[in-house]
């Protein structure tokens, strides 16, 4: 048996020292004590600040286009009631979401040309601005739907007090503006099926045109305010 001398003692550091005596034993208890420490309280913040963010997100988007948007006024294809009317939403669609419209107008050819593909056909998700332009309204307490006077691929920096850049995306041969789909209360539903099926008693069985009120901010995006059918607003 070899003896180790006082001196070759003295040359082992603590660390060698140290991990000598260290068992494996000793590296599973280490190991199962640092796994039970409970976290930093940042570590369970953090996930939550994030997923309390993108919950957020949508609400703050739409409060932010209210507050500092434009009052636009939109025209809606005539439509009949059980059209509109989608089980517990109001399905809108415009006139400045068919490309019947949209091609009549100064930059649409410049715009499908920068965003089709090689076949021909427009890719999809393309984004689109529609510029709009205020109507006098000659009806009182209806108020006129803006016109639409051009289309640009880029959202113009400088636009006149009465003309306003409308968003879109393109999806399946229609121009999307995020204003199709709206959810009302079944009180609601039943004034607006009553107004629309009197309407179109009235005017001989004639589908009834529908403007909407909209709020669109500075970058384009739009949310929905109210709607008239006939003299009747209602209000979101």
């Keep these: 048996m070899t003896n180790n001398s006082p001196e070759q003692n003295r040359t082992l550091t603590p660390e060698k020292e140290f991990s000598e005596k260290l068992t494996f034993r000793d590296y599973l208890i280490a190991t199962e004590q640092k796994a039970n420490q409970p ?31 434009k009052t636009v006024v939109l025209q809606t294809i005539p439509a009949y009631s059980n059209n509109l009317l989608q089980g517990s939403s109001l ?19 410049d715009w499908v040309t920068q965003n089709s593909l090689r076949n021909g056909r427009i890719n999809q998700g393309s984004t689109l601005y529609v510029i709009l332009q205020e109507q006098q309204s000659f009806n009182r307490g209806l108020p006129a739907a803006w016109r639409p006077v051009r289309v640009s691929s880029d959202r113009p920096m400088y636009l006149p007090n009465n003309q306003v850049a409308l968003k879109g995306n393109y999806q399946d041969g229609l121009i999307n503006y995020g204003l199709e789909n709206y959810y ?3 009180e609601q539903r039943q004034l607006i099926n009553n107004d629309l099926s009197q ?3 009235n005017r001989d069985g004639r589908r009834t045109p529908i403007v909407v009120k909209v709020k669109v901010d500075p970058q384009g995006n739009a949310v929905p305010t109210s709607m008239w059918i006939g003299d009747r607003n209602y209000r979101f």
């Excluded at 600040?49 to 988007?61: D, E, F, K, N, T």
């Design 91 to 109: 399905s809108f669609d415009y006139n400045i979401s068919r490309s019947e419209t949209l091609r009549r107008l100064t930059g649409w050819r």
């Design 184 to 186: 009302v209360s079944e």
């Design 39 to 69: 976290l930093p309280i940042w570590r369970l913040i953090a996930p939550l600040m994030v997923q309390i963010g993108l919950i957020l997100a949508v609400p703050s988007q739409a409060m932010y286009t209210e507050m500092t948007g």
């Design 199 to 201: 309407a179109q008693q």
